[in-house]
C-alpha cells in the first residue's frame, strides 16, 4: 500500500505518486514490487533502502548515501492481549522527502494523521523523524504498563488455580519482552549514533538538528532508556515468578503423589486382611458365628492404626 501525502501543520492532504511534490511524506506498507520501484524512481532513493525494512530480521542501523540516509528502527506491536511483538520501521531521508517503510500497518505511524496535523509537519524531516521515534518509544512504555496489569491478573489466576492457560500467557508474556529487550537496545545503538551525527558533513544536508529538535532526540532516549529499565525490570519479575509457580507446582504434585500413597497403602490393608479370610483354608473365627463382625473389626482396628500413624508423621 502506497500513500502520499503533505501536511503543514494546518493542511493535510493526501497526494498521488504521479503529482509528488516538496516536503511530501511516502508512506509504504507491505508495499508491492512495483511500488517500490515507482517510489525509488521518482524519489531517486536506492532500492536497498526501500527494502531493508521489509526483512523481519533486519536488526537496527543507520546507513548513508550521498542523497538519502536510512534510519531503521523496531517499533512495538500488540499481536493479541498476551502476545506482543516487533516490526522492523525503515524511514528515509531525501533531500525532498521523507519516506516510512513497514511489513504492517502500526500505530506508530497511524498516530501521524489530520486528526494530529498540528502537532508535526511534514516540510520538518528531521524533527518529523525525532517525533517517529518519541511515539515508538511511548509504546513501548504502554505495551509495558499493559504487560504490568496482565501479569499481575495471571498471578492471581495462578494463585486460585493452576491451569494451563495462565501458564502459556506467562510465556508469551516473557517471549515478548525478550523482543521489547532486544530491540529497544538496538534502538539505542541507533538514536545515540543519532546524536553523534551532527558533526558528519556527508548527511548536514539531510538530517539537520536544530536546538528544539536536538531536545525532543535526547527526550527520546530518554523515554528509550527507561523503556530498557523497565523491560529488565519485568523480566526479571516474570522470570522469578514462572520459577516460583513451578516450584508450587512441583511441590502440589509431591503433594498429590504422598496423598495418593497414603490412601493406597489404607485401601490395601482390608483387601491384605479380606485375603487372608478368603483362602480356602482353616481361618480364625470360622466356626464362631460371629467371625465376620470380628473379620470386620480387625479391619477397622488396623486401617485406624495405619491412618493414625501416617497422620502423625504428616505423610497424610
Known amino acids: 500500500m502506497l500513500r502520499i501525502y503533505k501536511n503543514d501543520g494546518i493542511n493535510f492532504t493526501e497526494l498521488d505518486i504521479t503529482n509528488l511534490v516538496r516536503n511530501a511524506w511516502i508512506n509504504l506498507v507491505n508495499p508491492t514490487a512495483e511500488e517500490l520501484e515507482l517510489v525509488a524512481e521518482k524519489t531517486k532513493t536506492p532500492i536497498d533502502f526501500l527494502k531493508a525494512a521489509l526483512d523481519e530480521e533486519e536488526r537496527p542501523r543507520i546507513e548513508m548515501e550521498e542523497e538519502s540516509v536510512l534510519i531503521l528502527i523496531n517499533i ?6 498476551t502476545n506482543y511483538d516487533t516490526l522492523p520501521l525503515g524511514i528515509i531521508i531525501t533531500p525532498q522527502h521523507i519516506i516510512s517503510v513497514c511489513l504492517e500497518n502500526n500505530p506508530v505511524i497511524l498516530e501521524f494523521n489530520e486528526y494530529n496535523r498540528r502537532y508535526f509537519s511534514t516540510a520538518k524531516r528531521t524533527r518529523f523523524l525525532f517525533q517517529i521515534l518519541y511515539k515508538s518509544a511511548t509504546y513501548y512504555l504502554r505495551y509495558l504498563r499493559q504487560i504490568s496489569k496482565l501479569s499481575e491478573q495471571i498471578e492471581l489466576g495462578l494463585r486460585r488455580t493452576m491451569k494451563n492457560k495462565e501458564l502459556f500467557e506467562l ?19 541507533v538514536l545515540d549514533k543519532l546524536l553523534r551525527i551532527r558533526s558528519n558533513q556527508q ?5 539537520q538538528i536544530f536546538e528544539e529538535d536536538e531536545d525532543l532526540l535526547e527526550d527520546v532516549i530518554i523515554e528509550n532508556n527507561q523503556a530498557v529499565q523497565m523491560v529488565e525490570m519485568y523480566s526479571r519479575i516474570l522470570s522469578g515468578m514462572a520459577e516460583t509457580f513451578a516450584s508450587i507446582i512441583s511441590n502440589n504434585l509431591n503433594m498429590v503423589m504422598k496423598f495418593l500413597t497414603a490412601m493406597t497403602i489404607i485401601l490395601a490393608i482390608p483387601t491384605m ?24 473389626i480387625i479391619i477397622l482396628a488396623a486401617t ?10 504428616r505423610i497424610l
Open 203 to 207: 548527511t548536514n544536508h539531510l538530517i
Open 273 to 296: 486382611i479380606a485375603s487372608f479370610w478368603g483362602m480356602n483354608v482353616l481361618v480364625p473365627f470360622q466356626e464362631n458365628r460371629f467371625g465376620f463382625l470380628w473379620a470386620v
Open 76 to 81: 512495538p506491536v500488540m499481536l493479541s492481549e
Open 304 to 313: 485406624g492404626i495405619t491412618t493414625y500413624v501416617l497422620i502423625r508423621r
Open 171 to 189: 510465556m508469551d508474556l516473557q517471549q515478548g519482552l525478550t523482543y521489547f529487550t532486544s530491540s529497544l537496545r538496538a534502538n539505542g545503538i
